[in-house]
């Protein structure tokens, strides 16, 4: 049967967990059971989607290839009233199976108290891109730059904190090889991450280049800092930033070892040098701030 003028539904008011259906529809089953599309609110995340449904013996609802998640953390500041204020993520999660578990299923009223709940469980891989960040929209293609996040269980979704943020999985770029990792938050309130290279670097551009020291994954973009090489040229930088056909960095130092077999170029050494690198062209240009040079390599 279907119910039109159904604006919100109120699940679980101690657990926070209340539905907003799209057009104010939802489709009645057998046993209170319901299908909805539209925006789940639970705790401090909220579900945007479409064929949800409700289970009301096992009291959850069951979520198949959401649309987004998006979640928000308690800070360490009060209000007046002595409740934490809350953060909202800049990132969101996409592409969720799993199932939301409202609250015990012998206490749909509420009147006992189960902390663990609200509890999500993924069920299967999900997603963060990064295609919609502010000033790099569409700079890092969701097809080839995206962290893959493991399946996970979160209990007690009223009351996540910034420690609480920990998704383990594997971050793909076409830049460097693929990177296990965890997502935490970060600085800029973000998904993303730090990364020590290893000690024999990491192949950046297919093998193009080599890159030494640790990566960070923020919504400020894929950056280094640390050291690169490529050809016979070395430079060392605080702040690479990699994109998927480029590589910009204000060098702290710079230089190139002398080598005449091959490719042949002279021995150079500079502070503070802008570079700019195409890998798919080639191209290396170093240009000095402080010397009068302009140095273009191409392999």
């Not at 529809?25 to 479409?50: H, M, P, S, V, Y």
């Not at 009060?78 to 199932?99: D, P, Q, R, V």
């Not at 399946?151 to 971050?171: A, C, H, M, S």
Request: glycine share 6%; charged share 20%.
């Amino acid at each position: 049967m279907t119910i039109n003028g159904v604006s919100q539904i109120f699940l679980s008011d101690f657990q926070n967990v209340i539905i907003w259906p799209k057009n104010e529809q939802i489709i009645l089953g057998k046993n209170r059971n319901f299908d909805f599309d539209g925006k789940i609110i639970a705790g401090l995340f909220t579900f945007f989607g479409e064929n949800f449904k409700f289970k009301y013996d096992s009291f959850k609802i069951n979520l198949h290839n959401l649309d987004s998640m998006q979640l928000a953390i308690q800070t360490d500041t009060s209000n007046i009233y002595g409740n934490a204020l809350l953060s909202e993520i800049k990132n969101t999660i996409e592409m969720i199976t799993g199932e939301l578990l409202i609250d015990h299923p012998s206490n749909k009223s509420g009147y006992y108290q189960f902390p663990e709940y609200p509890i999500l469980h993924s069920m299967s891989n999900s997603f963060v891109y990064y295609d919609h960040i502010p000033g790099l929209d569409s700079t890092y293609s969701r097809d080839d730059f995206y962290f893959e996040l493991e399946p996970y269980t979160i209990n007690n979704l009223d009351r996540f904190k910034k420690e609480d943020v920990q998704f383990k999985g594997k971050f793909s770029s076409g830049i460097f090889p693929e990177i296990s990792q965890t997502l935490t938050v970060q600085e800029d309130n973000s998904l993303g991450f730090s990364h020590a290279t290893p000690t024999e670097g990491l192949l950046a551009y297919k093998g193009k280049g080599v890159f030494y020291n640790n990566i960070k994954l923020s919504n400020k973009g894929l950056k280094g800092e640390g050291k690169l090489h490529y050809l016979s040229s070395v430079a060392e930088s605080d702040d690479f930033i990699f994109y998927p056909d480029s590589m910009f960095a204000e060098a702290q130092t710079f230089s190139i070892n002398k080598q005449e077999t091959g490719v042949k170029f002279p021995e150079l050494s500079a502070d503070n040098v802008q570079i700019k690198w195409y890998p798919n062209k080639d191209e290396w240009i170093a240009h000095s701030t402080e010397m009068i040079f302009h140095y273009l390599m191409i392999k």
